[in-house]
């Protein structure tokens, strides 16, 4: 076969995409239709999220492409001519909105959800604004007269309650179902529930997010930072990883205990997130208001004999890229508060408006479910959420097993978060006269001293418990050793 046959063999199999209107056209469609967003992302076979995606600029491709597009042609036949919406520029990545058919006007305004004020709509059944600029959270807001449609209490958390019931029910219902498909044998249903963790934690994600004042976007633009250098390489930022042991002990026999740090990752869920696409600035100013990722140079650290690095186990001196936890970290060591180190410089940023409480409903309802299984002993559930908050967090960035939600950024912030929580806890000890020995990863802290007045014992997530003990000297201490060796240390 000639070049020129081989090429048109190649391109004999390739075929055209299906083409789609402007993604604002899209939304008008469905708006138009009176069709929710779950809706059409069920005969779609995707998430909400996913879907919502589309809606805001990222371009489906392969057969779900093709389905998306005569799902929409079919919608332009039926429905009334309308002229397309013009085109706007590229939308937040969390953009304030609401169905229109999820939008109810009151003629008797009722408290707002978010911040108590009077709201003229609902939206998904609970009254709030629809423009952020409206609510005064800071305010004292006046009481209303009761409505038959008003909540019995009104949510303490930025994200509203779900009035159709309590997300945790979707991980009881997988539960109950992967027990029943498996005729009761657990270690079948556990491996069942384990391979489906990441798909079921977007669906619970979607469901803690109905009624919120934002729509997750699962694909915005990214900077080449946050893109991986090669197939197999990484990406430019460094998550400060802890990997530290005390090059020192002090005389004497000791009993160390290593406390294992319950569910890191879940608490890790309350960060504070970028709302929208990262835009580019330059300048050693950080805005408390915003998230994001930080070129800094870094202070240098001059306390390795009791207190580990901030920044983890780097080689390489200067500058690096760094997430917001981090940042923020050192931006309070260095405080006069702690004046433990110099600021670190920053030269430039990747960052958007910023809250603390984006995935919050979601990490509460992961808490929740933990904690009742815990409780009642369901070691099956127990894995099941710790497979879907860990799996979460792991796949967001490039990963062939989750695909409905690329966010490298969030990925590394909440990453960070986790070993910046893990650092604090060293300091804590410290100051409370109890002896960091070694910190490891998100979850492993090494004392000597009574830490039980210090952290409380147990298996809930703001507790901690006990992974093992052992004695040791300055004369048999391991300082290159991540764990105690039984053959080297007596075990108590």
Known sequence: MSDFEAIDSLLATLRPQAPLPTPERRRELRELAHLSKAEMARVLGVSPSTLAAWENGREPAGETREKYAYLLKGLAAKLPTVEPTPAEPTPLTLTISADADDVEHLTTPEPCVLCGHAAPTRVAGYAQHLDPTHCHPTTPAPQLPTSAHKPAHKPTRRAPQHPTGDPTDLIHQAVHAALTEHQGDTHAASAALL???????????????????????????????????????????????????????????????????????????????????????????????????????????????????PLGQRDEPGPLWVTEPTLRLLLR???????????????????????????????????????????????????????????????????????????????????????????????????????PIRVMGTDELHVIGDWRRVFPEGRGVTEVKIKDTWHTSAATHQTRSPRPSPTRHHRL
């Open 195 to 309: 391979k489906r963790a990441i798909p079921d934690a977007m669906r619970l994600l979607d469901e803690t997010r109905k009624g919120a004042r934002y729509d997750v976007i699962a694909h915005p633009w990214i900077p080449d930072i946050l893109k991986k250098q090669t197939s197999r390489g990484s990406d430019q930022i460094w998550e400060a990883r802890p990997k530290w042991t005390r090059p020192e002990l002090p005389a004497g026999l000791h009993h160390v205990t290593a406390l294992d740090i319950n569910g890191a990752y879940l608490s890790a869920l309350k960060t504070h997130l970028p709302l929208g696409q990262l835009e580019h600035s330059t300048g050693p100013t950080h805005d408390r208001r915003r998230a994001g990722v930080h070129l800094i140079t870094p202070p240098t650290w001059e306390h390795e004999t009791v207190l580990p690095n």
């Open 333 to 435: 060591l260095s405080s006069p508060r702690y004046g433990l180190c110099e600021p670190p410089r920053i030269h430039e940023s990747y960052t958007s408006g910023a809250t603390e409480n984006l995935l919050e409903r979601f990490r509460i309802a992961l808490k929740d479910a933990r904690d009742t299984a815990i409780a009642q002993g369901d070691d099956i559930t127990l894995e099941y959420v710790k497979a879907m908050y860990s799996k979460f967090v792991s796949t967001m960035g490039e990963s062939n097993y989750n695909r409905e939600l690329y966010r490298p950024d969030w990925m590394h912030i909440i990453r960070s978060q986790a070993f910046s929580n893990l650092w604090l806890k060293a300091l804590k000890a410290r100051d409370e006269g109890i002896t």
